[in-house]
């Protein structure tokens, strides 16, 4: 089925006879723009397993790879090496991603990306995701209208059918577009960059791996440069259970005069007792022989000591006495990072204001108002102030 409608100077419309043609256009539009990322909204979830079915059905997979990537691979290997199964986690759920690796491209679905982002939130639509930030719209055509335009088209060839196909095709082109105003508005690619920069990994692992293994890679790079061997390879026997933790109580609502209620927070916690305790693996010791042949050295320990599945556990940390040298790896790696992250604030600090003016700018634009003219309203309203 053919439909042609008028051409739309906003894109370019590659007409193909059939299925098989629409999948080798796909695959030579990939080969000539090369690109180094591929972004959809939910397509690892879709799209391309949906593509990779019906290429592999329809016997041009290979073909269909050997076009996009610069390394050419037999049917076997593609089915079993690039078309991967990842399962990325957020919080407690799993998000299962599919797509074809292609080598030099990294694919990253929208949708893991943003709900890490809003990890409270209950919907996980584009639609809601571009309400959120404020950006333009989805097309409005919902998926049962689009069927019916795939039925009427179909059934007959007409200007009424074709105008609806161009609908359709606006939407798709739409949704792409959306996709990637998002990931401009949170800053999601150079986000990536900036942790892969730090924790020595790729791209790929930066998307599709919790911040675990960044943790671990960071670690390990650090490790080397101390002379410490580390290995990923995780044991087999492992134990389930939960550590104990504090009860918290409901909160009693409303302004206490008699006796005022004070808050105290901690300013990274988890990170400061590592520091201030020393807590690094190459700094415990489980056995108690061990432990008090080492406090007769002279060092002093911290006992560490709290029940899990039922019986009590006891270890000590050597404390480093605010000595550089007796630092274990953890309490190393978490202050250059600190050193990092307060530079990195110290040079954003003089941008907090500006950035604060132009929110209020942005916040007070309405309809065809211009910035200037958004500018002199704020100036009137605090001069009215003053």
């Known amino acids: 089925m053919i439909l042609e409608t008028k051409p739309d100077p906003r894109w370019i419309t590659v007409i193909c006879e059939n299925q098989t043609n629409l999948l080798k256009a796909f695959a030579l539009c990939w080969e000539y723009l090369a690109p180094d ?8 979830q879709y799209d391309w397993p949906f593509v990779v079915e019906k290429a592999k059905n329809l016997g041009i997979l290979e073909w269909m790879f050997n076009h996009m990537s610069l390394e050419p691979l037999s049917i076997e290997k593609i089915t079993k090496w690039q078309y991967q199964y990842n399962v990325i986690k957020i919080n407690d759920a799993n998000f299962h991603s599919k ?12 949708r893991p990306c943003f709900k890490k982002l809003y990890s409270k939130a209950e919907k996980s639509s584009l639609k809601f995701y571009l309400e959120e930030c404020k950006l333009d719209k989805k097309v409005d055509l919902p998926i049962h209208r689009i069927n019916k335009y795939y039925e009427k088209a179909l059934k007959e060839i007409n200007n009424t059918t074709a105008e609806q196909m161009r609908e359709v095709a606006e939407y798709c082109i739409n949704d792409a577009l959306s996709c990637q105003r998002l990931m401009v508005k949170h800053n999601v690619i150079n986000e990536y960059k900036e942790k892969v920069s730090i924790s020595f990994l790729s791209l790929f692992d930066a998307h599709y791996f919790a911040d675990g293994m960044k943790v671990k890679n960071l670690l390990a790079s650090r490790a080397w440069g101390l ?3 580390n290995t990923m390879i995780p044991q087999k026997q492992t134990e389930s259970g939960k550590y104990p933790g504090a009860y918290v109580f409901p909160p009693e609502k409303g302004l206490e005069n008699k006796r005022p209620v004070t808050g105290l927070d901690y300013a990274s916690l988890y990170p400061s007792l ?6 690094s693996p190459d700094k415990i010791i489980l056995s108690r022989d061990h432990a008090i042949s080492v406090a007769r050295s002279g060092k002093k320990l911290h006992r560490i000591e709290f029940k899990f599945n039922g019986r009590d ?11 550089s040298e007796m630092e274990g790896l953890y309490v190393i790696v978490l202050k250059e990072l600190l050193t990092k992250r307060n530079k990195m604030k110290k ?11 132009m929110e209020l700018i942005l916040s007070n634009i309405e309809g065809k108002q211009t910035i200037l003219e958004a500018i002199e309203y704020i100036l009137e309203n605090a001069e009215e102030k003053n």
């Open 37 to 44: 990322i591929q972004i959809g909204f939910n397509d690892s």
């Open 99 to 110: 797509h074809l690796k292609i080598p030099g491209c990294v694919a990253i679905d929208v």
């Open 227 to 229: 002379g410490i061997l």
């Open 274 to 279: 590592i520091m201030t305790y020393n807590l």
């Open 313 to 323: 556990i006891i270890a000590w940390s050597v404390k480093h006495e605010n000595q």
């Open 347 to 357: 040079c954003l600090a003089p941008l907090s204001e500006k950035k604060e003016n």
